[in-house]
């Protein structure tokens, strides 16, 4: 058997010098005459480790990294094809921490995985879910999908058993399931991964979707920052289709779905379900009224399920082994596992899918190891630019919605950014401002005016101009935000604005420049 050899193409690791190794790996084995198949698999998420190669062997699979070009040659020389030792051995991939400790159900396949071998995907349980779709009655989908407990991932959390019943209940002509695959928070990379590290498992669950609501067509919107995603999804579709997997008879059945790729033009609001579905009929993204609900009237006026790409890719798992199996695992209200991704200031980076439950603190100080400066931890923004700063003292709120709620934060699309003590808070709510009005649609006016007039005056209190009345202001506009605006982009931007004032006052109170000279 030719020798197997795994060097993710997925674009965190290609950041970090894949491709170059790969190239170095190609050359090396030109030099010493040996076959063997290079696989560009997706990332496991451990970033810290990347680029991580691994080797199949009779032993199963032995990873190294973060691999060098210049570590190439020694490897070789070290035997890697056959697991030999070297300085980056890491031993099994299944046995590092951070990735032993995780419940893989949506990720399972990831970074394990051909992308795009269906025949992979299908030894690993792919198209499993979709098999048991098709033998089902559309309500009996919905009603698997709604006991599993899934909410939406991309950010508000709602059931999409509900979404998709609303769907299924309104009859139209023509029905759409739309892809949200926008990914515009900050330090989230999970839909990412999963379209360059695991295609099939998303088609899978629109399709799924698309049959248990009566849609016959699809879209994935993804964000045009993302090359390699969009070039993994599109080979994928073609290929599904090529294999009966998508198209008039869906697996051999009387259900008939099919989908196409669509690439944004790069404005965060487009992530709002309503601007993107302006966005994918061709007009400028901005922020519809509700009612009426996508579910009702979305994309061209038809019904849709919009769906972000986590939600989607976790139905397989659910249509797979039960709604019971899923809903097993999580707290509360908030049922399953969540891809955590663990970015900004940390000592061990990545993606770590586990059950809903885990502490803010153990997420940030057992996986992720503190910061990566090796300075204490200051603040954590959970969820996105429009998700709240945790300090320390709120260490102990469980990863579930309802707890996050419930200390004024959001969980959003599961996303942490760590920041040490050298973070200026005050600074970051100034950010937050300016975010928001960079970003804002300008269909409204406490979004449009707020933001602006928000980042005025917190420029005049780090100015120390009349600090009380700034602090004041800035706290009854936040106010007017929250509660004024259309849509979430200007009724969070308050979230990370006071929870920073909230949490870190001393931040906005800068010392006057006479006292400090003092
Ligand atoms: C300003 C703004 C940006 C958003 N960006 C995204 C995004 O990038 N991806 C996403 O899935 N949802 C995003 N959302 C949430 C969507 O509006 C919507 O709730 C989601 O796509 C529904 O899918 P889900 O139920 O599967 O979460 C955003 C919302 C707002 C207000
Ligand atoms: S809150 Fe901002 S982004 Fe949302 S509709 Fe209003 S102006 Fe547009």
New binding site residues.
Partial sequence: MIPRIYIPGDSGALALGAEKVAKAVRAELAERGIEAKIVRNGSRGAYFLEPMVEVATANGRVAYGPVKPSDVKSLFDCGFLTGGHHKRWLGAPDKIPFLAKQTRLTFARCGVTDPLSLDHYKAHGGLNGLQNAVAMTPADIVKQVTESGLRGRGGAGFPTGIKWKTVLDTSAARKYIVCNADEGDSGTFADRMIMEGDPFVLIEGMAIAGIATGATKGFIYIRSEYPHAVAAMQKAVEIARKAGVLGVNVLGSANSFDMEVRIGAGAY?CG?ETALLDSLEGKRG??RAKPPLPAHKGLFGKPTVINNVISLASVPVIMDKGAAFYKDFGMGRSRGTIPIQIAGNVKYPGLYEAAFGMTLGEIVDDIGGGTATGRPVKAVQVGGPLGAYFPRALFDTPFDYEAFAAKDGLIGHAGIVVFDDSADMLKQARFAMEF?AI??????T???IGSTRGVEVLDRLAQNIEPEKQIALVTDLCNTMKFG???????FTPYPVMSALNHFPDDFRPTPVAEAAE
């Fill in positions: 609001v709002e901005q922020v928001c970003e804002s649609c300008g269909k409204c406490p979004c449009r605006s259309l849509c979430a982009l200007g009724g």
